[in-house]
C-alpha cells in the first residue's frame, strides 16, 4: 500500500515541478540553516562536557559589599577556603586550587627552544581527581605534590621536544634557574572549557617563588577554587551554608563566598578575573529561536501551498472519492507526499550541510565538531525532522484536501473556503512578522556596534605597537637601565614619536590586571568598607604619551616617590571626594610596598575605558613604575612592516637572544567587540536566509493565486484596464499583508531591542529609522518578489489570458 502511495506521491511531485522546487528549495536551505544553529547552540551548552563529574564540580567565588551595597562578584578566592570547607562540610569530598601565573617566557635547556607560555596555573595534585585530564602513557603524577613539578600538554610537549614521551626533562622560566621536572603529559584540552592550561605547576612550587605569598593569605583572593561534591547536593542548598560560614568567618568581611555549577559558568558568569571572557546564554537561546523560526518558516511555505492548490487537486479526490477512496486513505496519500517533500529535503540539506560545515566554522570561531556533536544525534535530529516536518506540514493539507465533497468538486462548484484563506493569510503575517523582527535585530546589533567603536574611549589607542621582553621586577636597576637604553634607542628613530611603558593595557581582561579592596581615605570612619579599585604600574610619561587629561592635580614626575599615586574620576567620586580637587594630596590606605607608606593622590585624571563602552568605566589607580611589562611605542609612521623589523633589530641589540611579542594596541581593544560583531553577522546571515524562504513561498503563493486570476486580467485588459492598475489590483492584497506583519513586528522588535541593549553600559537609543528601513527593504523585495509576476501577467495576450481553462 505504502509503495502505491509514493509511486503516485512522486508522479505528482514530477507533475507539479515549480511547486515541488519551491518546497524543496524552502525545506532544504530552513534544515541547513536549523543545523547550523543547532551545532552552535550544542557546543555553547557543551561547556566541560570533558569532566566525568561535571555535575558534582562547585566553583567558588565571592560577592563583595560596601554595606549592603554590593560591589563586585569575583570569580577568585582565598587560598584557605577550599581546605577549611573540606574539614567542616561533609558533603565536599575533594578540593582543587588553580593560581593562575602571569606570561612567562619558558626554554627547554635540552633543546634550547625558548616561547612565552600564557596559559599557566600554580595547581594542587588533586586537580586529577577534581577533572578529568586524559593522561599520557605511564606518568609519575603521584609527585605532583612535591615542589618543582611539571604537567604539560600534549602540544607544550611537541613544540618544546618534538615528542610527547618527555618525563624527567625540565622547563624553566628563561629569567631565573628554576628547572620543573616534567611528571606528566595530558592530552590538549578541548575548547568547550572555560579555564584552558597547557603548564601546571605544582602548587607547592608557589610559595617558594613568590616572596609575597605568605602561609596564610587572607588578605588576597587570587585563587581559582573548586569543589568536587557528594552525589545530589544542590547549589542553593550549599550557598545557604556558606552564607553561614561567611557570616560567622573571622577573616571575610562585608564578603559572601558563594558556589556556581562549573557546567553553567561559560554562559552564566560574567564576574571579574573570570579565566576568559564567558559566552552568554541569552545568545545562544536567541540563536536556537532562531533555528526554530527558520525550520517554522519553511514548513509554513509548504502548508501555503498545498493548501493554496487545493482547487488543481480537487478533481482529483473527488475522482477517488467517487471509485471508493475513503478520507484515512487519501490522507495517507498526502502524508506520502509531505514524507518525500522533507526526505529528499533533509538529504539533500545533508549534502549540503556538509560542505558548508567547515566555512561555518571559520565564520564562527569555534571548534566545532560533527564528533563532538555526536553521530547519533545527528541521526536523531535528522529523522526528526523528516517525521515532524511531515506531520506539521502534512496534516493540515491533507486534512483540508481530504475532506472535499466528491459531488460538489466534480459538478465544479467547488471554491477556496473562507476558512482555508484565512489561514494562509495568517501564515503570510507570521512569515513576514518573523523576518522584520530579525532584520530589526541584526540591524540593531550594527548600530550598536558602530556607536560603541565610535565613542572617544579617553586614551589614545590608534598608532600604538606594544612590545614585550623578558624582563625582571622594576626594581632591578640592570633591567631598568636596559629599559632605559631599549627607549632611548628607539626614540632616535624618526618613525617614533614616543614611547612608554605600562603594566597593564587598555583592553585587557580584569585577570591581567591587580586589584584591592577596602580602600578609603586615610583616618575615615573604620565602620566604612571602602572600594575595590584595579590598579597597575607605569611609567612617568605615560599619561602624557597615551593622552590622559587631568582635571586635578598633576602626572607624575621622573623621580616620583612609589607613595605618589594617580587616580580616575571614578575612583574620586567612589572615595567620597566631592570634587577631583579634593582628592589630591590627600592620603588613602593603598599601600603597594609592604614596608611603604600610606598613598598619596598627585593627581585626578578624566575617566578613559579601560574595557570598552560596553562595560561601565572602572575605578583605577595608576602607580608610578619605572620598569614594567609592555612598552608602547607610538608611530608617525604607516609602514608597519619596517617598525617592527626596526623595534626587532633594537631589541637583539638591547636584549640579546631574548624573544619577544608584538601586536597593534588598537588591534586587541577591538577583539573585545569579537563575540558581538560575531553575533551580529550570525544573526544577519541567518535572518537573510529566512527572508529567502519567506520570499520563496510568496512567490510560489503569489504565482499560484495570480494564475487562477487569469481570466480576470484577460478581461479587466478587454475593457481597457492599464498595465500599472493591473499590477497595482494583483499586489496590493499581498502588499498589505507583508505591510501590517510589518507593522505588527514593530512593537515587538523594540521591546527585543531592548532587552538585549541592556547588557550594555553604553548603549545607541532606538528610533524609528531601526524598524522603516527594515520594513521598507521588506516590502521592496516582496514588491519585486509579486511585481515581476503580476507585470508578466499584465502583460499576456489578453486573447490568451480568456482561453485559460
Known amino acids: ?361 571559520e565564520f564562527v570561531a569555534l571548534d566545532i565538531s560533527i564528533n563532538n556533536f555526536g553521530n547519533l544525534k545527528l541521526a536523531a535530529i535528522l529523522v526528526g525532522f523528516v517525521l515532524i516536518g511531515t506531520v506539521v506540514s502534512g496534516f493540515y493539507p491533507a486534512l483540508v484536501l481530504s475532506s472535499f465533497n466528491p459531488v460538489t468538486v466534480l459538478k465544479g462548484k467547488f471554491s477556496n473556503t473562507t476558512k482555508g484563506i484565512l489561514l494562509r493569510k495568517s501564515l503570510v503575517y507570521v512569515q513576514f512578522t518573523a523576518s522584520v523582527v530579525l532584520l530589526c535585530v541584526s540591524f540593531a546589533v550594527f548600530k550598536q556596534m558602530k556607536y560603541l567603536t565610535s565613542q572617544d574611549l579617553g586614551i589614545g589607542i590608534d598608532n600604538t605597537l606594544v612590545v614585550k621582553v623578558p624582563q625582571l621586577d622594576s626594581n632591578d636597576s640592570i633591567e631598568v637601565a636596559k629599559s632605559t637604553a631599549f627607549q632611548s634607542e628607539l626614540i632616535a628613530q624618526s618613525w617614533i614619536s614616543d614611547i612608554t611603558m605600562s603594566g597593564s593595557l587598555p583592553g585587557d581582561n580584569t585577570k591581567d590586571m591587580s586589584s584591592s579592596s577596602g580602600i578609603t581615605q586615610l583616618g575615615q570612619d573604620e565602620e566604612t568598607d571602602g572600594i575595590l579599585i584595579y590598579h597597575y604600574g607605569i611609567q612617568a610619561n605615560f599619561p602624557e604619551v597615551m593622552g590622559l587629561e587631568f582635571l586635578a592635580g598633576e602626572a607624575f614626575r621622573v623621580d616620583s616617590p612609589k607613595e605618589e599615586v594617580i587616580i580616575s574620576e571614578r575612583t574620586a567620586e567612589l572615595l567620597g571626594f566631592a570634587t577631583p580637587e579634593d582628592a589630591v594630596n590627600e592620603r588613602i590606605n593603598f599601600y603597594w610596598s609592604e614596608d611603604g607608606e600610606p598613598s598619596y593622590i598627585k593627581g585626578v585624571f578624566k575617566n578613559y575605558y579601560q574595557r570598552s563602552p560596553k562595560e561601565q568605566y572602572m575605578p583605577l589607580l595608576l602607580r608610578n613604575q619605572p620598569s614594567t611589562d609592555h612598552f608602547l611605542i607610538k608611530l608617525n609612521t604607516n609602514n608597519a612592516k619596517m617598525a617592527v623589523a626596526d623595534v626587532g633589530e633594537t631589541i637583539e641589540k638591547v636584549y640579546p637572544g631574548a624573544s619577544y611579542e608584538y601586536h597593534f594596541l588598537n588591534d586587541t581593544y577591538n577583539t573585545q567587540y569579537q563575540q558581538d560583531n560575531q553575533f551580529g553577522s550570525v544573526v544577519l546571515l541567518f535572518t537573510l536566509l529566512s527572508i529567502l524562504i519567506a520570499i520563496l513561498g510568496l512567490f510560489g503563493l503569489s504565482s499560484f493565486m495570480i494564475r487562477l486570476r487569469t481570466k480576470e486580467i484577460g478581461v479587466r485588459t478587454v475593457l481597457g484596464a492599464s498595465k500599472s492598475s493591473l499590477v497595482w489590483e494583483l499586489s496590493k492584497s499581498f502588499l498589505i499583508m507583508v505591510g501590517t506583519a510589518g507593522l505588527i513586528a514593530v512593537p515587538l522588535s523594540y521591546f527585543l531591542v531592548n532587552e538585549w541593549l541592556q547588557n550594555y553600559a553604553t548603549r545607541f537609543i532606538p528610533n524609528w529609522d531601526l524598524f522603516t528601513i527594515p520594513l521598507i527593504f521588506i516590502l521592496l523585495v516582496a514588491a519585486a518578489t509579486v511585481g515581476i509576476q503580476t507585470l508578466k501577467s499584465a502583460l499576456a495576450n489578453p486573447v490568451d489570458s480568456l482561453k485559460a481553462e
Open 1 to 361: 500500500m505504502w509503495k502505491n502511495y509514493l509511486r503516485i506521491g512522486f508522479r505528482n511531485l514530477f507533475r507539479n515541478g515549480s511547486t515541488t522546487f519551491i518546497h524543496i528549495a524552502g525545506l532544504t536551505i530552513g534544515v541547513v540553516c536549523t543545523l547550523l544553529i543547532f551545532f552552535y547552540v550544542d557546543f555553547e551548552r557543551s561547556y566541560e562536557k570533558m569532566h566525568a563529574e561535571a555535575h558534582r564540580i562547585f566553583r567558588l567565588s565571592i560577592d563583595m559589599y560596601d554595606g549592603n551595597e554590593f560591589i563586585a562578584n569575583d570569580s577568585q578566592t582565598y587560598q584557605l577556603i577550599g581546605q577549611e570547607l573540606k574539614d567542616q562540610y561533609p558533603e565536599v569530598e575533594e578540593f582543587v586550587r588553580l593560581f593562575p601565573n602571569e606570561s612567562i617566557e619558558m626554554v627547554s635547556n635540552s633543546t634550547n627552544f625558548k616561547s612565552y607560555e600564557y596559559r599557566t596555573y600554580f595547581a594542587d595534585s588533586t586537580i586529577f581527581d577534581v577533572f578529568s585530564l586524559n593522561i599520557l602513557n605511564d606518568q609519575n603524577l603521584e609527585s605532583f605534590s612535591e615542589p618543582f613539578k611539571l604537567v604539560i600538554s600534549e602540544s607544550t610537549a611537541i613544540k618544546y621536544f618534538g615528542k610527547t614521551d618527555v618525563l624527567g626533562e625540565s622547563l624553566e622560566p628563561s629569567q631565573a634557574e628554576l628547572p620543573l621536572e616534567i611528571v606528566g603529559v595530558f592530552e590538549d584540552l578541548p575548547m568547550n572549557t572555560h579555564i584552558k592550561y597547557d603548564l601546571l605547576i605544582s602548587h607547592e612550587t608557589l610559595p617558594l617563588v613568590q616572596q609575597w605569598y605568605p602561609e596564610n593569605l587572607w588578605n588576597a583572593n587570587n585563587e581559582y577554587t573548586y569543589l568536587l561534591m557528594q552525589e545530589g547536593i544542590n547549589v542553593e542548598d550549599f550557598n545557604a551554608k556558606l552564607a553561614e560560614y561567611s557570616e560567622r568567618h573571622p577573616q571575610i568581611e562585608s564578603e559572601v563566598v558563594i558556589s556556581e555549577g562549573i557546567k553553567d559558568i561559560h554562559l552564566y558568569s560574567n564576574k571579574t578575573y573570570e579565566p576568559e571572557v564567558n559566552g552568554s546564554a541569552q545568545t545562544v537561546n536567541f540563536m536556537f529561536f532562531i533555528g526554530l523560526i527558520i525550520i517554522a518558516l519553511a514548513w509554513i511555505n509548504y502548508i501555503n501551498l498545498a493548501t493554496a492548490k487545493a482547487m488543481d487537486r480537487a478533481k482529483e479526490v473527488g475522482i477517488r472519492k467517487a471509485i471508493g477512496s475513503s478520507k484515512k486513505q487519501l490522507v495517507f496519500q498526502f502524508f506520502a507526499e509531505a514524507f518525500l517533500v522533507n526526505f529528499i529535503s533533509t538529504l539533500l540539506a545533508l549534502l549540503i550541510f556538509s560542505l558548508v560545515f567547515p566555512a561555518f566554522r
